[in-house]
């Protein structure tokens, strides 16, 4: 390991409920679906329609703007329904397995040899492409363009998150064949981050791949923040990256010419009765994934498919997203407390000394969603530069976005971000402003205008 990195801004928030390091098998979903609106920017064209037989890995649908982009589907069986919204846009293309799983067959190719073309080009049919993000935009990337370097960050440091130590014990072929495909995506480096608190088995396989230690908390594990640290992203530059596990299903597709989506995730929070990690394919319907493990404790449940900061709100009904590796189950916040700002609140968390929380560092919470206030008028208070480990006035960067002022969003840094790394500025912000939501505004004003 060549470099060290310790980062001394960020929060690291205990919560209750972190999963056990025990893997239970989840049971077949009785539909499973893959969600459009988890691609940022995605206009969907279908390529199937309902009652039509499908098997892992066939393409459902495409992207309108680059069709050479394709989304598959996780199981065989029939589909069962195309769900729309609003202006008849497509939400979901829900399949109702048939419990055998057969595979649509690719032919691999033997990497030692294949051109770069050669490897675009399978990743692109079988539906696996949409796996590698570009940064600047936090978009699927183009296929048609070259990055500079390959970043992979190898944990996650958000509250209660997989420790990917666990995850990953068994994919350390997968991994190594991943890592030899995305060297052949970029004339640059492939970096990998690591944890300096954990040791990963997994990871000791790799060659040829530079990887860089990260030492503090959250967004320690960000991938966004690790490249501001290695290779910051200016006008011009184009990085890609691709979430860790999903490394591991591309470098077992080309092991094996199969589309497995399975995956392993975190089921964690503390309205879960057992907290651990559970074995899926992508896109099963949630309902299958938390059956009989809430608690019946008589508390509203919300259900967050990803982390507590930058997951979605689900019902059981809906399906687990394409990108994420955790659910997490706590408390709705849905009730009003009498001023509760002359409370002690001994068992709430904040980051400034309003409550005792800074007294009891290791002491784990049960929060629940609420905001404890409503939005008000954004207050200059340095609580945003306290947990954003990155070289950018994140304030001013906020204002130039609202302003709709580009020249200056682009020289406070908006090229080196996207809505997660800015997630903590949300969560400790005094006046509950949408930080993630502004960030994505920004971002789509500069595609909308500049590409």
Request: hydrophobic share 40%.
């Amino acid at each position: 390991m060549s470099k060290m990195i310790r980062l001394k801004k960020g929060l690291d928030i205990k919560l209750v409920g972190q999963a056990a390091r025990e893997l239970a098998d989840t049971p077949w979903a009785d539909s499973y679906a893959v969600n459009p609106t988890d691609f940022i920017g995605l206009t969907p064209k279908l390529l199937v329609k309902v009652d039509d037989e499908v098997k892992a890995g066939t393409p459902l649908f495409f992207d309108k703007y680059r069709p050479q982009v394709l989304f598959s589907s996780p199981v065989s069986g029939k589909v069962k329904a195309v769900n729309r919204g609003e202006k008849r846009r497509i939400l979901e293309v829900v399949i109702e397995p048939d419990r055998k799983n057969e595979y649509e067959t690719f032919q691999t190719v033997d990497l030692s040899s294949a051109s770069r073309d050669a490897v675009i080009d399978l990743m692109l049919a079988s539906g696996l492409w949409p796996m590698v993000i570009q940064r600047p935009y936090g978009i699927i990337a183009d296929p048609g363009k070259t990055p500079d370097a390959v970043f992979i960050s190898g944990f996650d440091s958000a509250p209660l998150a997989p420790e990917m130590d666990f995850v990953l014990k068994d994919a350390a072929d997968d991994l190594k064949t991943g890592m030899e495909v995305m060297k052949k995506l970029t004339s640059g480096k492939v970096h990998l981050g690591v944890s300096a608190r954990v040791t990963n088995p997994a990871f000791e396989k790799l060659q040829g791949v530079e990887m860089t230690a990260f030492d503090g908390p959250h967004p320690a594990g960000n991938v966004g923040i690790q490249i501001h640290h290695v290779a910051p992203i200016g006008k011009g530059n184009l990085i890609w990256t691709v979430d860790i596990q999903n490394l591991a299903i591309i470098g077992r597709f080309f092991r094996t010419g199969r589309v497995d989506m399975t995956k392993i995730i975190a089921v964690a929070g503390s309205e879960t009765e057992h907290p651990r990690y559970q074995k899926i394919v992508s896109g099963a319907q949630i309902s299958s994934i938390v059956k009989d493990n809430v608690k019946q404790n008589g508390k509203t449940v919300r259900f967050i498919c990803g982390n507590v900061l930058t997951g979605k709100k689900v019902g059981l009904e809906n399906y687990f997203g394409f990108y994420a590796n955790q659910m997490t189950l706590i408390p709705e916040g849905n009730y009003h407390e009498f001023m509760g700002w002359l409370a002690p609140r001994l068992n709430k968390f904040s980051l400034s000394h309003s409550y005792f929380s800074w007294l009891t560092p290791n002491k784990k919470y049960d929060l629940d969603t609420n905001l404890n206030g409503a939005e008000r008028a954004l207050v200059v208070s340095g609580q945003y530069e306290k947990v954003l480990p990155m070289d950018i006035y994140p304030v001013y960067l906020l204002k130039a976005i609202l302003a709709g002022d580009i020249d200056k969003m682009e020289n406070l840094g908006i090229y080196e971000v996207i809505e997660e790394d800015l997630a903590l500025c949300e969560f400790v912000c005094t006046s509950k402003t949408e930080v993630q939501q502004i960030v994505r505004k920004g971002l789509d004003m500069l595609m909308k205008e500049l590409n």
